[in-house]
């Protein structure tokens, strides 16, 4: 995004959704109410991942998931979004309903987001209204968590980019800045809310009586977010459907110095997409009419292309994805088993005894003070947010980075190795640190690595040189952020079976505190920073 900070002039976009898809077209300024309004669905579906990070662990367990199993839940989602992430995004590029090319998917992933919802925190519930026999209604209410909890992950981990794509169709470049500045201001609001609600205490007040258990209390308020929210964001900016080019219009040659020109191909989700809101399919068709057919696939990603992009990019690409994947190790193998952490080693309870035993209803205590952590989390990540901008100027990004990485290993470590729920909360603050942290600093690098790469390309073509071969900078980015799915596999292999061997929840926190510190040392030594 640093990389733009100069332009002028009228921002341009390309747009197959348009009247002219094969031509330039002045996209309108968008007001901020319009752009808040778009922000919505990114406060609905963090509010919904806040309650599924502070409750899904412990509901797991309260149905009878056996301990050495529950982490192999979040196995499922991420294989399914690492082998699928490309494919749909790809499509919604195609798409071509009458509403838009994103609205359809984004409506649809939001729907399996509430269906995934309603079975993971009402499954127990609704099984014992149809089963009788004790033996299948364990077997039906962990399947059907399960199945809720791995729908939900999926849908929720994929949304994002539809919307992010949606934003980028629909504003120019200045609206874009401000989006994405309403897109993390909203996401960090919306976390600390839904931390917030699972915090309360609900079945002393009228309105948890009248809900039901727990769980229910949470689905109501989230199901009720999530609509709100999704209704205002497919209402908030008008997008144009996707037009058959060859049938609409009569080609055009692309201007020689057009950033989409026929000399580069471009994937969706490139940087210059990103950027710069250039994403037209029909001139890239049009630009890979010389082109050999193995480089025409290049336009759509596969997962074959992926696992290309990560074997041939160059070291400092491949090490800056492979300290993304040590840092979101770290701090998912904490905040998907935090609240357990807090109910089972910070208060000493059982989710394993009967609902209504003492050991239980602590442990319940222990999980609503880890949602207060939590929340402490989202809002300081929020805050933290706004000082990146001062101490860049300090400490550049290196220091940002090894900073992020540091905080959390130290923070972590202290709430592992001395569990007390008064420096347990006040060390939560690490962790909006660390997130912050990974949702900006290493696509700010990526973004200063393929400037860097465009410099040299245009000097080259200044001096009659060869222009550059205008490699994948689309898969480089999906790349990166396939590290998160990356991340979640290796906690969900791995963590089950170090709970097991230890007997003992804070080996999870004490795992991502030695990941983050590792991380410390590759980010100090390997990561390349452009000066």
């Known amino acids: 995004m640093g990389g733009n900070k100069g332009q002028s002039g009228v921002d341009l976009a390309t747009s197959p959704a348009e009247e002219y898809p094969f031509g330039c077209v002045e996209l309108p300024k968008r007001s901020t109410g319009r752009l808040i309004m778009h922000s919505m669905a990114m406060f609905g579906r963090e509010f919904c991942y806040a309650v599924e990070a502070a409750y899904v662990t412990p509901v797991l367990l309260s149905v009878g998931l056996p301990r050495s199993l529950y982490s192999m839940v979040w196995l499922l989602s991420p294989v399914l979004g690492f082998l699928l992430q490309p494919v749909v995004g790809s499509a919604s590029d195609y798409c071509r309903a009458g509403w838009g090319r994103r609205r359809p998917y984004i409506l649809t992933l939001g729907a399996m987001m509430l269906l995934g919802m309603a079975l993971y925190l009402n499954g127990d519930a609704i099984v014992s209204a149809l089963v009788v026999d004790p033996r299948r209604k364990l077997v039906w209410a962990i399947t059907t968590t399960m199945i809720g909890v791995v729908l939900f992950d999926f849908a929720a981990d994929f949304i994002d980019g539809p919307i992010k794509a949606y934003l980028f169709d629909v504003c120019s470049h200045p609206d874009k800045e401000r989006g994405l500045h309403y897109h993390a201001l909203f996401t960090g609001f919306g976390g600390t809310l839904g931390y917030l609600l699972g915090a309360m205490d609900w079945t002393h007040l009228n309105l948890g009586r009248v809900l039901g258990t727990e769980f229910q209390i949470m689905f109501f308020f989230s199901a009720l977010v999530l609509i709100l929210c999704f209704i205002i964001h497919l209402c908030s900016i008008p997008e144009a459907p996707l037009r058959d080019a060859a049938k609409d ?283």
């Open 249 to 531: 219009s009569l080609p055009q040659q692309a201007p020689q110095d057009s950033p989409l020109s026929s000399d580069r191909v471009y994937e969706y989700g490139s940087i210059e997409k990103v950027k710069n809101g250039y994403g037209n399919p029909g001139l890239a068709m049009q630009g890979g009419k010389n082109k050999s057919p193995a480089e025409q696939t290049q336009r759509r990603m596969t997962m074959k292309s992926l696992l290309k992009a990560l074997v041939s990019m160059p070291p400092h690409y491949r090490c800056l994805c492979i300290s993304h994947l040590i840092g979101w190790t770290a701090f998912l193998s904490n905040m998907l088993f935090f609240t357990d952490f807090m109910g089972q080693i910070v208060y000493h309870g059982n989710p394993y005894s009967a609902h209504n035993s003492t050991e239980f209803l602590v442990y319940e205590r222990g999980v609503e003070v880890g949602c207060w952590g939590l929340a402490v989390n989202a809002l300081f990540s929020s805050l933290y947010s706004y000082f990146q901008k001062v101490l860049l100027s300090f400490i550049g990004l290196k220091g940002l980075y090894f900073t992020g990485y540091l905080l959390f290993g130290l923070g972590t470590g202290l709430i592992g190795l001395f569990p007390n729920v008064h420096s347990t909360l006040v060390l939560c603050a690490s962790f909006g640190v660390m997130s912050s942290t990974l949702y900006t600093v290493p696509f700010n690098l990526m973004a200063e690595y393929h400037r860097e790469e465009q410099e040299e390309q245009r000097k080259q073509a200044q001096g009659g040189g060869p222009a550059g071969s205008g490699r994948g900078q689309g898969l480089d980015c999906a790349t990166l952020t396939c590290m998160v799915q990356l991340a979640q596999v290796l906690v969900g292999a791995g963590l089950g079976f170090l709970v097991n061997l230890a007997g003992s929840v804070a080996i999870v926190v004490l795992t991502a505190s030695l990941a983050a510190l590792m991380g410390c040392c590759f980010v100090a030594v390997f990561v390349r920073y452009v000066d």
